[in-house]
């Protein structure tokens, strides 16, 4: 098989699960906490760069940061698991991920973690990908059996 008909093979694969995930509303109590947190850091930043330092870009910069690396948690996620590649998409963002790239993989109280590893290492966060569960967690067993069968090294 060519490389273009594999690639033609892989692109028009069924999909055996797919959900969306939206914590924002689906916990709405680490929401106002999190909303907050991020009220309490907005004065805190505001106190330092802007009235101390008179620096407003330096407030602009850090509330960017702040936000942006948590722009997951407010945005619906779709996550979609195919024949030979897990599709992921976000708000203006679409990553895939086959299956080959895991060496493992485990289970927390609201997700699971896919790792590059054979075993758990602290890099996972970074290099692997962390699928979270809708509320509900219906998906649940479909998706360790879908893994257990693409991936077979749960932790």
Known sequence: MSAKEKSLKENNSETHLEWTSH????????SWLLILFFIGMGIVLWRVTV???????????????????????????H???EE??????YWLFKMERRYTEFGCYYSDKKGVMLSTFK???RLDPFRGLNVRFSKEQSE????????ER??????
């Open 23 to 30: 914590p924002f509303l689906d916990f709405p109590k680490t």
């Open 51 to 77: 009235v101390r330092w008179d620096q407003p870009i330096y407030y602009f910069l850090g509330v960017g940061i702040l936000f942006f690396g948590t722009i997951t948690y407010f945005i619906p996620t």
């Open 150 to 155: 693409k991936i077979g090294n749960r932790k």
């Open 119 to 121: 075993t758990p290492r």
């Open 84 to 89: 030979y590649k897990i599709v992921i998409h």
């Open 140 to 147: 649940k067993e479909e998706l360790f059996e879908i893994l």
């Open 79 to 81: 996550y979609s698991f």
